[in-house]
């Protein structure tokens, strides 16, 4: 039988949403080096695309991926709960090239703070009843557009036409319809993302503090598990 006091402590589970472009990804690293000792796991909402390979590649091309529906967020709830137990957990692996999900996964095991990075993760309320510590990166909208356009040109290989067809027809859109409004949900706003020192102690000061709670909590309750392990020794005698 497994012992839950000798189960390892679950994860911090941090979510972090902001516009496309904002620096999320580079938040998340800049918090790891902040945390020396701990690892740290970061699950991209991306990766649970809905998986539409039934459809041809240009019905695909065509759906919103900007929408709240686009997502598989039940997959990713079941693997953060997963984690939470100490498991390890399959996740589907996303190619932006052809809009569908490769037979192929990752694996990837527990740890003692996961990120879950994400433009949605804030607006999707069972994802914010999970998350410890809640984040938005906020970062001006020309400098989003600007980092986008680079990402997918040079690393999905789409023209500069139709990036911006596509942020101006469902990007934008969608960021002032669910993104912008989640960011009310955020514990803490961090403007300039990655390059805000200050937030990031902050962040991590905070992260410290969450697991040495949970280590003193699970320090307590195996000195009660003894402590009743000898009374029931001794009402034998």
């Not at 998986?51 to 990713?76: C, G, M, Q, S």
């Not at 036409?161 to 469902?170: C, G, M, N, P, R």
């Not at 319809?177 to 991590?204: C, M, T």
Request: aromatic share 6%.
């Amino acid at each position: 039988m497994n012992d839950p006091q000798q189960q390892p402590l679950p994860p911090v589970i941090i979510g972090i949403a902001g516009g496309s472009g904002s620096g999320k990804t580079t938040v998340a690293l800049r918090v790891r080096e902040a945390c020396p000792g701990k690892t740290i796991r970061i699950i991209h909402h991306d990766s649970y695309y809905q998986d539409n390979a039934h459809l041809p590649v240009h019905e695909r091309a065509a759906i919103n991926y900007d929408h709240p529906k686009a997502f598989e967020t039940t997959l990713l709830v079941k693997h953060l709960e997963a984690m939470q137990r100490g498991e390890s957990v399959q996740i589907p692996h996303y190619d932006y090239s052809i809009h569908s999900r490769l037979p192929e996964t990752h694996l990837v095991e527990t740890a003692d703070i996961i990120f879950v990075e994400g433009i949605l993760v804030l607006e999707s309320t069972i994802l914010r009843k999970m998350m410890d510590i809640r984040l938005y990166v906020d970062v001006d909208s020309d400098e989003r557009v600007l980092r986008r356009m680079r990402r997918d040109i040079n690393e999905r290989g789409r023209s500069m036409d139709s990036v911006i067809e596509q942020y101006l027809t469902v990007v934008r859109p969608m960021h002032l319809q669910f993104v912008w409004p989640s960011k009310r949900y955020a514990h803490l706003i961090i403007p300039e993302g990655g390059h805000n020192k200050v937030a990031i102690d902050l962040i991590a000061t905070k992260i410290q503090e969450i697991i040495r709670e949970r280590d003193r909590q699970r320090t307590l309750n195996q000195e009660l598990r003894e402590l009743g392990s000898h009374e029931d020794g001794s009402s034998q005698d």
